[in-house]
């Protein structure tokens, strides 16, 4: 099973960046799939997640009405919109999976390598 993370970069205070999570290695049916962030000294935090159906779609607190999450169970991709970014979403992001729903890090069986996103002020 392999997820790769795809789309971090540098962007100003007030931007978007789009991330994608391109899946392969096993049908994904069942899973929930989730994106992580992890800033610099700081632990791993949930920040969005949507189920391979595309039936159920949870947000951290922190990313509701700014962050979008998606999925092209065709292309066997997540990606997340990310909009009015600001410098406390500097962090990298992670995509990993699991069966079931879960806000917890702790559980996922699958991660993606992670990307940079940077967010200048």
């Known amino acids: 099973v392999q997820l790769q993370a795809s789309g971090g970069g540098l962007v100003l205070a007030g931007g978007s960046l789009r991330l994608s999570c391109a899946a392969s290695?096993?049908?994904?049916?069942?899973?929930?799939l989730g994106w992580f962030r992890q800033a610099p000294g700081k632990e791993r935090l949930f920040v969005a997640a949507?189920?391979?159906?595309?039936?159920?779609?949870y947000y951290a607190d922190s990313v509701k009405g700014r962050f979008t999450i998606s999925r092209d169970s065709a292309e066997n991709t997540v990606y997340l919109q990310m909009n009015s970014l600001k410098p406390e979403d500097t962090a990298v992001y992670y995509c990993?999976?699991?069966?079931?729903?879960?806000?917890?890090?702790?559980?996922?069986?699958?991660w993606g390598q992670g990307t940079l996103v940077t967010v200048s002020s």
């Open positions: 949507i189920t391979w159906s595309g039936g159920s779609i």
């Open positions: 990993a999976a699991r069966r079931g729903y879960s806000g917890s890090p702790s559980g996922y069986d699958y």
């Open positions: 290695g096993r049908t994904f049916s069942g899973y929930v």
